[in-house]
T-cell receptor
Framework: AQSVTQLDSQVPVFEEAPVELRCNYS??????LFWYVQYPNQGLQLLLK??????LVESINGFEAEFNKSQTSFHLRKPSVHISDTAEYFC??????????????FGQGTRLTINP | DTEVTQTPKHLVMGMTNKKSLKCEQH?????MYWYKQKAKKPPELMFV???????INESVPSRFSPECPNSSLLNLHLHALQPEDSALYLC????????????????FGAGSRLTVL
């Protein structure tokens, strides 16, 4: 089984400051890793994913995450945040061996609040 | 079409009512999911259908009854719910095949917010 730990339940930062949201996972098998974002009163949107290849993955809106197998981490970073980045961020993991039906396991979420 | 559409967006029901939540996708995905999300909590998996067959049931009470009538539709029938069942119900879909650019990636709908009185 897999599990995910998001170390910070809330992260307040000022606009244009850098931010890092931490995510660690536990698994006895190889995994795929994801970051999803949830804006207030909305569903989840995929922010970025690591399936294979380069350990540094980037999103179209400036976020990036690096898969670190030795430290079992997949931290999310952005060099300069905007007010519009205020949301709940979920790190998630799935067993890479499963194909037919994914069991996506989520962390508890990190509430990112951007202050002007 | 790259969306998962859920209806209704909001539903209020009494404990003796029977209602249904509906989910639709036209991305050719063959796996469809129901998740339940309580306030300030992560989503929790309820059911997974793969090729219109129930693949995973996470020990969900029988007052929740899923149905997958075809590869594009997923329903969740609700009966005799309790107030603690009030939550955001999220539908998701994914490819269900070996390899492929979108394999293993779930696309979520906006959710149906359920209130049980």
């Amino acid at each position: 089984a897999q599990s995910v730990t998001q170390l910070d339940s809330q992260v307040p930062v000022f606009e244009e400051a850098p931010v890092e949201l931490r995510c660690n996972y536990s698994s006895s098998v190889s995994v795929y890793l994801f970051w999803y974002v949830q804006y207030p009163n909305q569903g989840l949107q995929l922010l970025l994913k690591y399936l294979s290849g380069s350990t540094l993955v980037e999103s179209i809106n400036g976020f990036e995450a690096e898969f670190n197998k030795s430290q079992t981490s997949f931290h999310l970073r952005k060099p300069s945040v905007h007010i519009s980045d205020t949301a709940e961020y979920f790190c998630a993991v799935s067993d890479s061996r499963r194909v037919w039906a994914q069991k996506l396991v989520f962390g508890q979420g990190t509430r990112l609040t951007i202050n002007p | 079409d790259t969306e998962v559409t859920q209806t209704p967006k909001h539903l209020v029901m009494g404990m003796t009512n029977k209602k249904s939540l509906k989910c639709e996708q036209h991305m050719g995905h063959r796996a469809m999911y129901w998740y339940k999300q309580k306030a300030k909590k992560p989503p929790e998996l309820m059911f997974v259908y793969s090729y219109e067959k129930l693949s995973i049931n996470e020990s969900v009470p029988s007052r929740f009854s899923p149905e997958c009538p075809n590869s594009s539709l997923l329903n969740l029938h609700l009966h005799a719910l309790q107030p603690e069942d009030s939550a955001l119900y999220l539908c998701a879909s994914s490819f269900a095949m070996v390899g492929g650019a979108g394999a293993n990636v779930l696309t979520f709908g906006a959710g149906s917010r359920l209130t049980v009185l």
